[in-house]
């Protein structure tokens, strides 16, 4: 079974920045997209920003120009740079790798807290 670990959460003041990463517990097989949901207290989990196998990438328009996803193919990896992070952004920040074509699987992380203080 895969496990996705999340990393980079944390507390900070509007402004700042912070990076998320998500890595795979063991090689993944086939081709597959990456992608990083949020969900905050009373509201539904949104996609904040996803990376298809071929590059190219998909923002919320709320986080335009602010964050960026990228992934690293070789360590079944993806990061999510944010800056200039506002209090609406504070949520649990969810990464999500989706097989597509034949590779019908996907996976999940567990979540990472992100508090952005005003």
């Known amino acids: 079974q895969v496990q996705l670990v999340e990393s980079g959460g944390g507390l900070v003041q509007a402004g700042g920045s912070l990076r998320l990463s998500c890595a795979a517990s063991?090689?993944?097989?086939?081709?597959?997209?990456m992608g990083w949901y949020r969900q905050a207290p009373g509201k539904q989990r949104e996609l904040v920003a996803a990376i298809v196998s071929g590059g190219n990438t998909n923002y919320a328009d709320s986080v335009k120009g602010r964050f960026t996803i990228s992934r690293d193919n070789a360590k079944n990896t993806v990061y999510l740079q944010m800056n200039s992070l506002k209090p609406e952004d504070t949520a649990v920040y969810y990464c999500?790798?989706?097989?597509?074509?034949?590779?019908?699987?996907?996976?999940w992380g567990q979540g990472t807290q992100v508090t952005v203080s005003s």
């Open positions: 063991r090689m993944i097989f086939g081709i597959f997209d």
């Open positions: 999500n790798f989706r097989g597509t074509g034949r590779w019908a699987y996907e996976y």
